[in-house]
């Protein structure tokens, strides 16, 4: 006599990946600017081996003021949004 074990599958549902900076949360694929010691530089956020990090770009940082990244973060992709960008 057979006897077929049906074992429930675990529905996979694949975490959020968030990064932090600056006091803020970034989605995957979000940019900021992060302070490096060599200056600031342009940052993605990113999955990598199941844990959320920063992928430093090739491109420098778009700021205003030192005062506005401190107060009020904000991705480059919503400044590019803002002014007709990506």
């Known amino acids: 006599m057979a006897v077929a074990l049906s074992l429930p599958v675990a529905a996979s549902s694949a975490a959020e990946c968030q990064c932090r900076a600056n006091g803020s949360a970034f989605r995957q694929g979000e940019t900021t600017c992060l302070t490096l010691p060599d200056g600031p530089r342009l940052a993605r956020c990113e999955m990598v081996l199941n844990n959320s990090s920063w992928k ?4 420098a940082c778009l700021q205003t003021s030192k005062h506005l990244e401190r107060e009020s973060p904000m991705t480059v992709a919503y400044y590019g949004a803002l002014f007709g960008g990506d």
């Not at 430093?56 to 491109?59: A, G, M, N, P, W």
Request: proline fraction near 0%; hydrophobic fraction near 50%.
């Open 56 to 59: 430093i770009l090739d491109q």
